[in-house]
């Protein structure tokens, strides 16, 4: 069992050293979605919170 994870493990490193440049791309697109995503948000919060605090 311990072969077979083993081999994963390798592959995995194999394909994320040859393919580092998608995987820096793959990560930079999912952290800017989740800027992205919480930013807004955020900002409907507060637009909410503004609006429950003006009477």
């Not at 952290?31 to 919170?49: Q, T």
Request: hydrophobic share 50%; glycine share 6%; with cysteine.
């Amino acid at each position: 069992m311990e072969t077979v994870d083993t081999v994963v493990h390798a592959g995995n490193y194999a394909f994320f050293f040859s393919n580092s440049g998608a995987v820096a791309v793959c990560l930079l697109v999912a952290a800017g979605v989740c800027i992205a995503l919480s930013a807004n948000i955020l900002r409907h919060e507060k637009a909410s919170f503004e609006s429950k605090k003006t009477p």
